[in-house]
């Protein structure tokens, strides 16, 4: 369908039978990128997900992402020098030790759950550390991350989203109930560490204020962190799962990294684009505009399908083949403009060591069962990938 709308509608209407206003679909990598670098024309602070908000709604669950311009910058800037490049790569022992233990752990079983031991196992326990929080509430972290961001799949879903009590929750970032934990969770922490000298995530949150000269608010700490809980867990997990499963399914492309693991680099960026681990972001336009020559009216809702622009032909040579030598490569799995992903260089860096670790140990992996998706239009993801393996 995303082939089709590009080559014949790639600004496309899409009414909403549910009551929604309906939203336009962007497929076009360029016009993707266009309107994510636009915030002038096209805000994050009318929200970022197809859900309809009224304005009280909104203003409850604004974090990072639902804002633009000075504030944005000023909100980012407080943790954006613990996701440098050059800050992130003093995770790399740590990151290959942690690696090697999990690996260790999961191989040993020779048939397993990937998702379960592996992809959901390596990201989280890096996010604890960077918010130095017990290695045993690990657990708690990643039913969190699964229960807001999967909030429509029948596994994680609350029971209190189809009860009575749903209207307790529904100012709630992400409609989960889950949220409430979160918070909670982050305050018994942010209590703990405000007027320290901590240099983890969360001391950061909580004693430095922003260039703005804005302190950040109870609520804008409680949405930062549960942010920080969610996309420091999710989305790394699916692409890297993802890229397991590419590499399955095209064993000489597994074998061409054992052969020039120099090239892991690259790969990563190719696991990326493959992936897509976040479909969409919504934008709202702001005043009456157009774009890939069409009209766009103001409050309308524009959607960038992040997984459309990822295959689009023009950009990407043969985008359906999964090509682990692809340059460039010009993805946008962490967006483009003022809302690139703040964790993309720990992203990348944790997907490589992963590999670079992972892949001279196997002899041989396959699949050893059916693969079961996340329900979800917002994440790209896999819950269950049992398979079997041999060691080298």
């Not at 082939?3 to 009551?19: F, I």
């Not at 604890?128 to 961001?149: K, Q, Y």
């Not at 190719?270 to 774009?291: K, Q």
Request: aromatic share 8%; with cysteine; hydrophobic share 40%.
């Amino acid at each position: 369908m995303f082939d089709e709308l590009r080559r014949t509608a790639p600004v496309h209407w899409n009414p909403e039978s549910d009551g929604g206003s309906g939203f336009w679909s962007l497929t076009r990598h360029a016009d993707v990128v266009a309107a994510d670098r636009d915030q002038e024309r096209f805000t994050s602070e009318r929200f970022v997900n197809l859900e309809e908000v009224d304005e009280r709604q909104a203003a409850i669950r604004r974090s990072l992402l639902e804002t633009d311009g000075p504030r944005h910058a000023a909100l980012r800037r407080v943790l954006q020098r613990a996701f440098t490049p050059r800050a992130v790569a003093g995770y790399a022992t740590f990151l290959r030790g942690l690696t090697a233990r999990t690996l260790d752990r999961a191989l040993a079983r020779g048939t397993f759950d990937f998702v379960a031991e592996i992809a959901a196992d390596f990201p989280i326990n890096v996010l604890a550390r960077m918010l130095d929080v017990p290695d045993g509430d690990t657990g708690r972290l990643i039913d969190w991350g699964n229960r807001i961001i999967a909030n429509t799949d029948p596994d994680y879903a609350d029971v209190l989203l189809h009860s009575e009590e749903s209207e307790r929750y529904r100012d709630l970032p992400f409609r989960s109930p889950a949220s409430l934990e979160v918070f909670e969770y982050g305050r018994e922490l942010a209590a703990k560490r405000r007027g320290g000298e901590g240099t983890d995530l969360v001391s950061r949150l909580v004693n430095q204020t922003p260039i703005d000269g804005v302190p950040l608010s109870d609520r804008d700490f409680d949405n930062y962190f549960l942010l920080l809980v969610v996309a420091g867990n999710e989305t790394t997990r699916h692409a890297i799962t993802h890229a397991m499963r590419a590499l399955i399914e095209h064993p000489e492309q597994a074998e061409r990294l054992r052969d020039e693991p120099e090239l892991m680099p690259v790969a990563v960026e190719e696991f990326l684009r493959w992936a897509s681990p976040v479909y969409h972001f919504r934008r709202t336009a702001t005043c009456d505009t157009e774009i890939g020559g069409t009209a766009i009216r103001a409050g309308d809702k524009v959607v960038l399908w992040f997984a459309s622009a990822n295959r689009d032909e023009e950009v990407f040579a043969d985008p359906y083949r999964f090509d682990v030598t692809r340059a460039p490569n010009d993805h946008i799995a962490f967006g483009k403009g003022a809302h690139f992903c703040l964790g993309s260089a720990l992203a990348r860096l944790e997907m490589r060591i992963m590999f670079e670790e992972l892949l001279p140990r196997l002899a041989d992996v396959r699949l050893a069962g059916g693969i079961r998706r996340v329900r979800s239009n917002f994440v790209n993801g896999i819950k269950e990938m049992p398979v079997t393996v041999a060691l080298a």
